[in-house]
């Protein structure tokens, strides 16, 4: 399995941050797999944003809901995260990653990760 985050490095101020994940070797639509975007800024630890479930559900942090939007394309096994209204403090290596949830709704953590993507917030 593999996932693939691509999008622009730099972003202005005020503009909308989108990235795409590219996975491959799993299908989004694949019960019971959720499909998550996380972040981490210059010298702080990860931050999960939000997630996209095989059943096309979105789940998102309550400090970036306000902001934040994740979308799939299910006939490329892509899904992608717009984050609006960005500031220097989104600042941050974006990655892209694969949540394993059992049918009995255990969760059992991340397996999968991107290699990540720094974007920078900048004018």
């Known amino acids: 399995v593999q996932l693939q985050e691509s999008g622009p490095g730099l972003v202005k101020p005020s503009q909308t941050l989108s990235l795409t994940c590219t996975v491959s070797?799993?299908?989004?639509?694949?019960?019971?797999?959720?499909w998550s975007w996380i972040r981490q800024p210059p010298g702080k630890g990860l931050e999960w944003m939000g997630a996209?479930?095989?059943?096309?559900?979105?789940y998102y942090s309550p400090s970036l809901k306000s902001r934040t939007s994740i979308s799939r394309d299910t006939s490329n096994d892509q899904f992608t995260l717009q984050l609006s209204s960005v500031t220097p403090e989104d600042t941050a290596m974006y990655y892209c990653?694969?949540?394993?949830?059992?049918?009995?709704?255990?969760?059992?953590?991340?397996?999968?990760w991107g290699k990540g993507t720094l974007v920078t917030v900048s004018s």
């Open positions: 990653a694969r949540d394993v949830w059992s049918d009995y709704g255990d969760y059992y953590g991340m397996d999968y």
């Open positions: 070797g799993s299908s989004i639509t694949t019960n019971y797999y959720f």
């Open positions: 996209v479930a095989y059943s096309g559900f979105t």
